[in-house]
Each structure stands twice: as C-alpha cells, then as structure tokens.
C-alpha cells in the first residue's frame, strides 16, 4: 500500500465527499475534524466476529466483505465499496458483541468516525444528523433490497440481477464469495455462468 500523508489523504477525502452534493464546505470542514482516516491492507479485517464495533466507516477505497460463520461456514452478507457508509448497527448502537465481520477484499481508506465524534458533530451543526442518517437510509434500503434478491428469485435471477445492479463486484471480489452472497454453492455459480455464456452465444 502507497503510505499517504495524513494531509493528503484528508484532501483525498474532502474532494471525495464533494462529489456528493450533498455537503457544504463547511460541513466537510467539521467532518474532517471529527472523524479519521484509515489504511488496512488486503486481509485485514476492520472488525472480527465477537469484538463490538466501536466506529461507523465511509469508504473511500477498497471493497470490504461482511460475514458471518455459520457451522463453520462464512456466509456473506454484503460488499462495500468506494461511496458506500459501513456500519454494524446492532454492535455500533448497543455496545454488543458483533455476529458479523468486515474483511478487507483489497487494500482500503476508510474514513471512520466513534459515536462520541458523531455526536459532537451533530452539537456543531444539527443539520449534519439529517445528513447522517440519510447516508445510513441508503445502506438500510440496500439490505432490503438483499432480502428480496435472496426471497424474490431462483439462483439465475439472482445472479442476473447483480450483473444488472452491481457489475463492478464481478471485477474486484472472487466468485467464491459472490457465490456466497447470493446464496448458491461455487459450483453451482460456475453452471449459471456457462449456461448464460452460451445462451449469450446462440442469440
């Protein structure tokens, strides 16, 4: 990983966040302040099953992976990528020990912020809760959205959809974790894959 200043990567995230739209540059000013930056190299994880999660994230590189072991078994649940707010709620809110963990699929820059930081924030200038908590509505809507995907439609549908909603995750994370996330064996993801590239080749 190239090591950045942490001026430099302050700047990073301040065009970064400009690019939303959606906050002043004062705002960004008083987020800066009140937050951190963050490098984890690919493998690392940002949080491990069983440690409560003290911090709410905002990436700003990278693709971190969510999981959970089940008999043994890590089911993913979610990838986050450049854009996308990281939090594990239940653990974040309550002090709780976390049933998910956050897995660094590519070296990552995550701007991360404590409760206590978030509140300060809010106290300087209340309009940012409005802010925060619309950025945390998007996230909530991607994990109904996840819900319908897994109740919503066989294992073909459900890869389909992601080419259609999430393509970039085909490029940066392996097949063996999307196969996860959709909830299908690897083995039977290899078979979807074929049969669409040859369905592709005869129309």
């Given at each position: 990983?190239?090591?950045?200043?942490?001026?430099?990567?302050?700047?990073?995230?301040?065009?970064?966040?400009?690019?939303?739209?959606?906050?002043?540059?004062?705002?960004?000013?008083?987020?800066?302040?009140?937050?951190?930056?963050?490098?984890?190299?690919?493998?690392?994880?940002?949080?491990?099953?069983?440690?409560?999660c003290k911090?709410?994230?905002?990436?700003?590189?990278?693709?971190?992976?969510?999981?959970?072991?089940?008999?043994?078994?890590?089911?993913?649940?979610?990838?986050?990528?450049?854009?996308?707010?990281?939090?594990?709620?239940?653990?974040?809110?309550?002090?709780?020990?976390s049933e998910?963990?956050?897995?660094?699929?590519?070296?990552?820059?995550?701007?991360?912020?404590?409760?206590?930081?978030?509140?300060?924030?809010?106290?300087?200038?209340?309009?940012?809760?409005?802010?925060?908590?619309?950025?945390?509505?998007?996230?909530?809507?991607?994990?109904?959205?996840?819900?319908?995907?897994?109740?919503?439609?066989?294992?073909?549908?459900?890869?389909?959809?992601?080419?259609?909603?999430?393509?970039?995750?085909?490029?940066?994370?392996?097949?063996?974790?999307?196969?996860?996330?959709?909830?299908?064996?690897?083995?039977?993801?290899?078979?979807?894959?074929?049969?669409?590239?040859?369905?592709?080749?005869?129309?």
């Amino acid at each position: 990983m190239i090591r950045l200043t942490l001026d430099t990567m302050k700047d990073i995230a301040r065009q970064f966040l400009l690019k939303f739209n959606r906050f002043s540059s004062n705002e960004i000013d008083l987020i800066l302040y009140n937050t951190s930056i963050e490098e984890f190299r690919k493998g690392q994880f940002v949080i491990q099953e069983g440690s409560v999660c003290k911090k709410c994230y905002f990436v700003l590189k990278g693709v971190l992976r969510q999981f959970k072991t089940i008999d043994g078994v890590e089911k993913t649940s979610d990838f986050f990528l450049e854009k996308d707010p990281v939090v594990l709620y239940s653990s974040y809110m309550h002090g709780k020990p976390s049933e998910n963990s956050l897995h660094c699929m590519e070296d990552c820059v995550l701007l991360s912020g404590t409760k206590e930081q978030e509140i300060a924030m809010q106290k300087s200038n209340p309009s940012l809760e409005h802010l925060l908590y619309g950025l945390l509505a998007d996230d909530y809507r991607k994990a109904e959205n996840y819900i319908t995907l897994l109740n919503g439609f066989n294992p073909e549908q459900r890869y389909l959809a992601l080419l259609e909603t999430r393509p970039e995750l085909l490029n940066r994370v392996p097949l063996v974790y999307i196969a996860s996330y959709i909830g299908i064996t690897p083995e039977s993801l290899s078979r979807i894959r074929k049969r669409i590239m040859s369905n592709t080749q005869k129309s």
